[in-house]
């Protein structure tokens, strides 16, 4: 989306009640999810997930929130690489790598930071007793991203970084007969490296067809595609949203928890950006009110309706009913 897409769609305005609040207020805000760079907040953010009328889940503001400002920031639950940028950002937090001596590197992978490597250590072990060589050519024949988050989803639980029911609070995306079928190739292949690398059977018990299928359906539908826009948190909002469509191409994949509950809406009153990294930031596009739904835009919003109806509908499986879809805009 173009600078001037954001400014010409910021003047639209969407408002979906919700058919109530849920009971637990800042329910998923939790400490590893909320801010911790220098301009986040110090108590929880200013939002709560309740239910909408046909929308499911969504994100309200808790208080006023004025254009541009910070709501929360995210670390994501699982972060991975591109397979073509595995040489030119960090293996755990995705930080471009600019030089030889910013690296660290640990059996074939490269790190931003002596703390980047420590963190990445547990699931790396796990990754590097087993031989991908195959999975990795299914993954990079079919230019397939998913099937890799969830090969190191899977090294995280077995390292013990993660529980295997991490994501099952995300929706699932309805697969076809057909997409089932595709995936069950990928499963073959994960499942084969584990076993060739004689993994303890109770190390892998959780990794069923059935599990792999479900963390692909979550992920469908949750995973954010990282583009590093490179920017500082002082700069224009609207520069950096726009870079970040400009920016040279994904540095990778990942998935949150927070996040994950921000509808669509063809006119976002709310927008992700990463900066250097897999920490995402939640900005607001312009005031938002009390009680008012955050809405964040999965696609290029510069698209007209019938184009954006189809990708939301193929991609994501939903007919968005935000108020400019509504207008036929
Ligand atoms: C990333 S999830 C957002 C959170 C989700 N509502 C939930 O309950 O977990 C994306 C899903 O939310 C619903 N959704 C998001 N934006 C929507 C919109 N504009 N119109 C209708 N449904 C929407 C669709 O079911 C979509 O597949």
């Given at each position: 989306m173009s600078r001037f897409a954001l400014v010409r769609y910021s003047r639209y305005f969407s408002r979906l009640n919700p058919?109530?609040?849920?009971?637990?207020?800042?329910?998923?805000?939790?400490?590893?999810?909320?801010?911790?760079?220098?301009?986040?907040q110090t108590g929880p953010p200013p939002?709560?997930?309740?239910?909408?009328?046909?929308?499911?889940?969504?994100?309200?503001?808790?208080?006023r929130i004025g254009a541009g400002d910070l709501i929360h920031t995210a670390k994501p639950v699982v972060a991975c690489p591109s397979l073509l940028k595995f040489d030119s950002v960090c293996y755990?937090?995705?930080?471009?790598?600019?030089?030889?001596?910013?690296?660290?590197?640990?059996?074939?992978?490269s790190y931003c930071?002596?703390?980047?490597?420590?963190?990445?250590?547990?699931?790396?072990?796990?990754?590097?007793?087993a031989d991908w060589s195959s999975f990795s050519d299914y993954c990079r024949t079919h230019n397939f991203k998913y099937p890799l988050i969830v090969k190191r989803l899977c090294c995280m639980i077995i390292s013990g970084a993660l529980s295997v029911d991490c994501?099952?609070?995300?929706?699932?995306?309805?697969?076809?007969?057909?997409?089932?079928?595709?995936?069950?190739?990928?499963?073959?292949?994960?499942?084969?490296?584990?076993?060739?690398?004689?993994?303890?059977?109770?190390?892998?018990?959780f990794l069923t067809k059935q599990w792999y299928t479900g963390m692909l359906a979550r992920i469908r539908i949750n995973a954010f595609r990282i583009d590093l826009v490179g920017g500082s948190c002082g700069e224009d909002l609207l520069s950096l949203a726009a870079a970040s469509v400009e920016s040279e191409g994904a540095v990778g994949h990942a998935v949150y928890m927070l996040p994950?509950?921000?509808?669509?809406d063809c006119d976002p009153n709310a927008h992700i950006i990463w900066l250097e990294n897999?920490?995402?930031?939640?900005?607001?596009?312009?005031?938002?009110?009390?009680?008012?739904?955050?809405r964040i835009c999965y696609i290029d919003a510069?698209?007209?309706?019938?184009?954006?109806?189809?990708?939301?509908?193929?991609?994501?499986g939903f007919c968005c009913n935000c108020a400019r879809c509504e207008s036929r805009d």
């Open positions: 058919l109530h609040y849920l009971n637990k207020p800042l329910l998923f805000s939790s400490s590893s999810d909320s801010g911790r760079d220098s301009e986040s939002i709560r997930v309740g239910l909408t009328e046909s929308a499911g889940r969504a994100v309200f503001a808790t208080r755990l937090c995705l930080k471009k790598l600019m030089g030889s001596s910013d690296k660290f590197e640990d059996r074939g992978v930071s002596q703390e980047c490597l420590e963190n990445a250590k547990g699931f790396h072990d796990v990754e590097t007793r994501l099952d609070i995300l929706q699932p995306a309805a697969l076809s007969a057909e997409m089932i079928k595709k995936i069950e190739d990928g499963y073959g292949l994960l499942w084969n490296a584990f076993r060739k690398a004689n993994f303890k059977d109770e190390d892998v018990a994950s509950f921000y509808n669509h897999a920490d995402a930031r939640l900005n607001t596009l312009r005031d938002v009110e009390e009680g008012e739904e955050l510069s698209m007209g309706y019938e184009a954006r109806q189809t990708i939301l509908s193929q991609g994501f």
